[in-house]
């Protein structure tokens, strides 16, 4: 066993690149160059366009806008804005599967997949079971969510999950969300011309409108799908672009809702389907995904991931691609102009993500099998244009298992001998193995790939790092396909582990790194972390836990950092988030959050040095508590 390198990746993603170059083909790399030296301005934060007397922009010889609003007031709203379009994105993402859910019928295109969890949720949303028909409860339990984004009074329901600590700080620093679109439109609101411009508070709101997300609109998306599409449960699968057949017919999903990609999976893999695709020359069909909604049928289905974010030109550049499908969110608009250079359909079905040059299949829940049978129909039928001159899939790939939801890590713990024997359903096998030093803690590595860190090698490297301290990691996101692709979700990486993670994962029979889903499923590291805290007693903060980003990039991101933060997990990046020209918003950032939170940001660029600050921090936590 053997992992895959970053190098490796890199020379397959150049071999592409030359097929790309035969073809007049544009990508990342040269749009790179193009943008390269990015604005100070902007990358600073100190630039405002939010009124039409700007935009202006802070320089010493110009330290205020026209207005007056100073440099901390434009990064503040500048940071808050950014949040609330990320918060904005998961929630709505969310409230289509809440959508989905209501729509869902014992003879629907939709189904309750898991039926305890639905039980559940209605008796936290106080919804009626006793005699019920399982579909109305779907219903009203959907409903009740829905209500969740819009609801004049009250607070968001799924805070009530989190310890007594953490929500008591949530109240006593006034941050605890209210309807989630409230939380949205007042960041909004705080930003406009004339409103706030006082760092401390457009940060408090930023932390309110990310928490609105991680314990809301995220959450929502994560627990309704789960419901639908069932509970992720350990499975395994493979992951690098070397998962697509050059014999099949290659259909990638791309995006995040997995609603779309459900329900293409269900027909490819239908006969009649198959069938079809052989009478047209191929072996066979497969489906293979990209960026979140590749993650989400991978959990479930064990689906293969054939990359992540700054890969997803990759899958068209091999030549054997004859459809990419997408959603919403991450999709690189650059698909259509590259597709247009090979025989790819690039086929956009939400009205929320709509691009020049892809064909449009509107995609809904009432007619959800017909557009997903249309779909693979289209690309079967594409399968005879391909130019078998241009076709080269990188022969790469690594096994993965992956599907550890908050619930399939549970049964893990319950299967093993502990001195909590008579327990089940308990953290504390985990606990003990952080108290007895055999684990030191745990680090939540989650976000994207960015041009401006060298891809997938930040995630890469600080997970193998990690592991060899005895750090076992969650990760979801762009960053557990990096993981997968190098081959540290085969359980056999348990040999790069340090002594103790070895023992453990030998003992639960896991691998050091553990797939938890999408970036909205972050949220299963919340409830994990929540778990966790009322079990051991210990608050949030105390846990020799710290969340890490590396390489992010999105709106979605500051949003997570936000509501991670927020819930006392302290935040590692390795990319500036746009505040540093503002002293004070930048202190809050990296320091004064403390004070209100239990937890703040370190950025560092230099990732070896990111990790030895994580191992560190770990350590200092243990110290704290005395372990
Ligand atoms: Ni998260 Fe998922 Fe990837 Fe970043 Fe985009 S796919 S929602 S935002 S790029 S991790
Ligand atoms: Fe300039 Fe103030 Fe308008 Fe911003 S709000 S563009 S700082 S005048």
């Known amino acids: 066993f053997k992992l895959t390198t970053v190098e490796e990746f890199e020379a397959a993603t150049e071999r ?105 949720l209605a008796a936290e949303f106080g919804v009626e079971t006793e005699g019920r028909d399982i579909y109305d409860v779907a219903h009203e339990v959907a409903e009740a969510g829905l209500m969740e984004y819009g ?44 409103c706030s411009s006082k760092p401390e508070a457009l940060i408090r709101q930023s932390l309110r409108a990310g928490l609105s997300d991680g314990w809301g609109g995220s959450m929502m998306g994560t627990e309704f799908s789960d419901v639908l599409f069932g509970t992720p449960r350990e499975v395994e699968t493979e992951a690098n672009l070397g998962v697509m057949v050059a014999e099949n017919v290659n259909i990638v999903v791309h995006g995040h809702d997995p ?10 893999d239908s006969k009649e389907m198959i069938d079809y695709a052989k009478s047209m020359g191929a072996q066979g069909i497969t489906v293979s995904g990209v960026c979140c909604t590749s993650n989400e049928v991978a959990m479930r289905r064990g689906i293969p991931m054939a990359g992540n974010f700054l890969q997803q030109e990759n899958v068209v550049l091999t030549g054997a691609c004859e459809a990419i499908v997408v959603d919403v969110q991450c999709i690189f608009p650059a698909l259509g102009p590259l597709s247009k250079c090979f025989h790819t359909k690039f ?32 690309a079967i039928e594409n399968f005879k244009n391909r130019k078998p001159e241009l ?44 108290k007895a030093g055999v684990l030191r803690g745990a680090v939540a590595m989650v976000g994207c790939n960015n041009p401006k860190v060298r891809p997938d090698a930040a995630h890469i490297e600080l997970m193998k790092k990690l592991i060899a301290n005895d750090i076992i990691l969650v990760v979801s996101g762009c960053s557990a396909q990096a993981a997968a692709k190098a081959g540290l979700m085969d359980k056999r990486a ?66 997570i950092g936000n509501y991670v933060v927020g819930t006392g997990i302290d935040t590692y990046l390795g990319v500036e988030p746009y505040a540093y020209g503002s002293e004070e918003v930048d202190g ?20 070896d040095k990111l990790g030895d600050m994580m191992i560190e921090r770990i350590e200092e936590k243990r110290t704290a508590l005395g372990i």
């Open 151 to 194: 609801k004049p009074f009250g607070y968001q329901v799924f805070t009530k999950r989190a310890p007594e600590h953490t929500q008591e700080i949530w109240d006593r620093e006034e941050i605890r969300p209210r309807a989630i679109d409230r939380e949205v439109s007042c960041a909004l609101h705080m930003t406009h011309m004339g």
């Open 347 to 378: 086929i956009t079905t939400s009205p929320v993500a709509q691009m020049p040059d892809s064909d449009f299949i509107r995609f809904n829940a009432k007619t959800a099998g017909e557009n997903a049978k249309q779909i693979v129909k289209m």
């Open 391 to 434: 076709v080269h899939i990188p022969d790469m790939k690594q096994k993965a298992v992956v599907g550890y939801s908050v619930e399939q890590i549970e049964k893990k713990l319950d299967g093993v001998t502990n001195t909590h024997v008579d327990e089940t359903g308990t953290m504390m096998p985990l606990v003990d193995c952080v």
């Open 16 to 120: 592409l690149l030359e097929t790309g170059a035969k073809v007049g083909a544009d990508s990342w790399q040269l749009r790179v160059k193009n943008q390269t030296p990015h604005c100070k301005f902007g990358e600073s934060g100190v630039c405002c366009r939010i009124c039409s007397m700007g935009p202006c922009r802070i320089t010493k010889k110009a330290p205020r806008g026209i207005c007056g609003c100073d440099v901390h007031g434009i990064v503040g709203r500048n940071y808050l804005r950014f949040t609330a379009g990320g918060s904005a994105t998961h929630s709505d993402h969310g409230r289509e599967i809440a959508h989905t859910l209501h729509e869902a019928a014992a003879d629907g295109n939709y189904k309750v997949k898991d039926p305890e969890k639905l039980l559940r």
């Open 588 to 607: 809050l950032l990296k320091g004064g959050l403390t004070d209100w939170v239990e937890a703040c940001y370190t950025v560092e660029h230099d990732i």
């Open 259 to 268: 609603s779309l990609s459900e329900m293409i999976c269900e027909y490819a």
């Open 494 to 559: 348990k040999d790069l582990c340090g002594a103790g993670l070895k023992r453990v994962c030998e003992l639960v029979d896991i691998p050091p790194v553990l797939h938890m889903g999408s970036c909205v499923d972050i949220s299963r590291m919340m409830v994990l972390a929540a778990r966790i805290a009322k079990d051991s007693g210990w608050n949030i903060s105390q846990i020799p836990l710290v969340g890490c980003a590396p390489e992010w990039m999105s709106e979605k991101a500051v949003s």
